[in-house]
């Protein structure tokens, strides 16, 4: 306003306002006001210099930056009237921080970024990722998601859950990519991780992990969603599909229970029609790729052995947990005992084990081993009292 009516007497009041993007009404409007008492003014120069020091700062803020300087309190109406009466409550422009280097890079590299898009990917070429919420417990908590699909086959090799959408999330599933490729036979060199340009993904700990450390290639989608169909198609049929299980989940640990138990199915069981109506399993076993799946439960009573890993318990054994921690050390690196790996990663790992004892081990099950582990008949009297209280 002040600047209008310096400036109207050679510009007229109608340019004036216009080229402030304010109304004749707003300027009439003001021009009624009664002046300021002089105290507001002395207030005035205290408030634009707190405004210019910060400039997304409103009312509260202001008052709060006016005590500590100058140790007056500021009634926080009076503050609030006088800070739209001096128009300081119109938006103020804040610098934008730096982009990093990375995104100087990429956007150097603009319409050269994506490495997927429009070419066609032989199995484990090249994989599609990305994070997604997953709504549980009737819809009152949610949890994130992040998988990698591979583009040539639909197999999802690995994938994590957790409470936010971070760099470590992304590197847990990460991880679980590269034991699950290794039980193939294939590392990750020339690899293509294709994702977005997700804070995340261009965080400089990812890139150094993928590209250095790794040796793979990295892809950026350059126009949203459209640019990564692979992981959206997948988010879509497992989030429809699998709705239900996932909102009756009712803890973290049971929700990620679920999601390992759905993604086997959707990956041994599930037929895909751009598969030829095979699941992706058996469309990479046609294609000479066997993902060796480490848990194969087998025989001797007492035991718990794979083609790969045997594992020995007792009656006293948390049998869970020496499954997972033998399958652990025979899979991977010596230099991550079991003892260093963080609680998220054991917990997984551990309920992994858990999933595939029940589905696998009960089918090894035999009335003579059932008796052989139960001679008291302890169990069975067990199961009798439950199945009394069914109605069985």
Known sequence: ????????????????????????????????????????????????????????????????????????????????????????????????????????????????????????????????????????????????????????????????????????????????????????????????????????YTSYNWLQRLLIRDRTRVSFAEHGAKDNPWIESLWGRFKVENGSLLSEAVTLEELEWVIDRQMRYYNTERKHSGLGYRAPVAYLEEQGVYPRFLVEIGPPSGSVSGAQVPVQVSDTSDVPLVTAQAIHEAASDASRPWNSLDDDKRRKKISRAKQRLNEEAVQCMTPQRFCERDPQGDVQSWLRAVGSLLGR
């Not at 109608?14 to 006001?33: M, P």
């Not at 934008?96 to 280097?101: A, D, G, I, N, V």
């Not at 429009?118 to 949610?142: H, W």
């Open 1 to 200: 306003m002040t600047l209008a009516e310096k400036s109207r007497e050679e510009y007229g009041l109608n340019r004036c306002l216009r080229a402030l993007g304010l109304s004749k009404g707003t300027w009439h409007r003001r021009q009624r006001r009664p002046a300021a008492p002089e105290k507001d003014w002395e207030l005035k120069a205290q408030v634009l210099s707190v405004v210019e020091d910060h400039p997304a700062y409103g009312y509260r803020r202001i008052g709060a930056e006016l005590r500590e300087r100058t140790g007056e309190r500021v009634n926080h109406k009076r503050l609030r009237r006088l800070v739209n009466t001096w128009d300081l409550a119109l938006s103020r422009k804040v610098a934008r921080p730096k982009p990093s280097r990375v995104r100087r890079i990429l956007r150097t590299g603009r319409g050269k970024l994506d490495l997927v898009s429009g070419r066609e990917m032989e199995p484990l070429q090249a994989l599609s990722t990305d994070f997604t919420e997953i709504q549980y417990a009737g819809g009152t908590r949610k949890a994130y998601l992040m998988a990698m699909v591979d583009v040539g086959s639909a197999w999802v090799p690995g994938w994590a859950v957790g409470s936010s959408a971070n760099r470590d999330l992304a590197l847990r599933c990460w991880e679980e990519v590269q034991q699950a490729l290794a039980h193939t036979g294939r590392g990750t060199d020339g690899l293509i991780v294709h994702h977005d340009q997700d804070t995340v």
